[in-house]
């Protein structure tokens, strides 16, 4: 089984709401992603968790704040986020986060701020 | 420092004719090279991985690519396009980052168009 899950598929809300994402692997990956994808555009990384812990966070926004409660659960809190921020969150996990193995996405959760 | 490009943005095919997706690779090691596919408003599936074995990766799907280190090409094709085929297509290298960890570094993408 190869599955990443996202939830929720979907989210809309407004610059002072607080809400989260949450991603969810079953395959014993240790490493875990957060992407950003803007339209008709590649996937950013934003967070790089290694053995539940951060490891790298590319220059994002403190509004963005991840959080890995676990080996196969991350989260992304959001709050405070500008209309720029609408776009689809992808998580990824791969088998480790040091050497050259694949990363496997989930759907994405597609965010739109108002 | 590890980089890809494609070489079309779009490329537009008939239902049943062959698809060739171009991208080459900028490498100073040697490389790990993937192709994902992206349907719209969807995540992104592994196609196929490059890791310094054969050097004719076959995907699923029908999806085959060739890593040629001396043209440093890694060209997506398959035989015959389905109108599913129709998504967007990235060619990816993985990287390392100064922290030692892996970072993919994807091309901007080509989009494939399957008319009937």
């Known amino acids: 089984d190869t599955e990443v899950t996202q939830t929720p598929k979907h989210l809309v809300m407004g610059m002072t709401n607080k809400k989260s994402l949450k991603c969810e692997q079953h395959?014993?990956?240790?490493?875990m992603y957060w992407y950003k994808q803007k339209a008709k555009k590649p996937p950013e990384l934003m967070f790089v968790?290694?053995?539940?812990?951060?490891?790298i966070n590319e220059s994002v926004p403190s509004r963005f704040s991840p959080e890995c409660p676990n080996s196969s659960l991350l989260n992304l809190h959001l709050h405070a986020l500008q209309p720029e921020d609408s776009a689809l969150y992808l998580c990824?996990?791969?088998?480790?986060?040091?050497?050259?193995?694949?990363?496997?996405f989930g759907p994405g959760t597609r965010l739109t701020v108002t | 420092a590890q980089s890809v490009t494609q070489l079309d943005s779009h490329v537009s095919v008939s239902e049943g004719t062959p698809v060739l997706l171009r991208c080459n690779y900028s490498?100073?090691?040697?490389?790990?090279l993937f192709w994902y596919v992206q349907h719209p408003n969807k995540g992104l599936q592994l196609l196929l991985k490059?890791?310094?074995?054969?050097?004719l990766v076959k995907g699923i799907n029908g999806f085959e690519a060739e890593f040629k280190k001396s043209e440093t090409s890694f060209h997506l094709t398959k035989p015959s396009a389905h109108m599913s085929d129709a998504a967007e297509y990235f060619c990816?290298?993985?990287?390392?980052?100064?922290?030692?960890?892996?970072?993919?570094?994807f091309g901007t993408g080509t989009r494939l168009l399957v008319s009937p």
């Open positions: 990824a996990s791969s088998q480790d986060p040091g050497h050259f193995y694949e990363q496997y």
């Open positions: 395959m014993g990956h240790r490493a």
């Open positions: 968790y290694s053995y539940e812990k951060l490891s």
């Open positions: 490498s100073s090691y040697s490389p790990s």
């Open positions: 490059y890791t310094s074995a054969a050097t």
């Open positions: 990816v290298v993985s990287a390392f980052m100064n922290t030692g960890f892996q970072k993919l570094v």
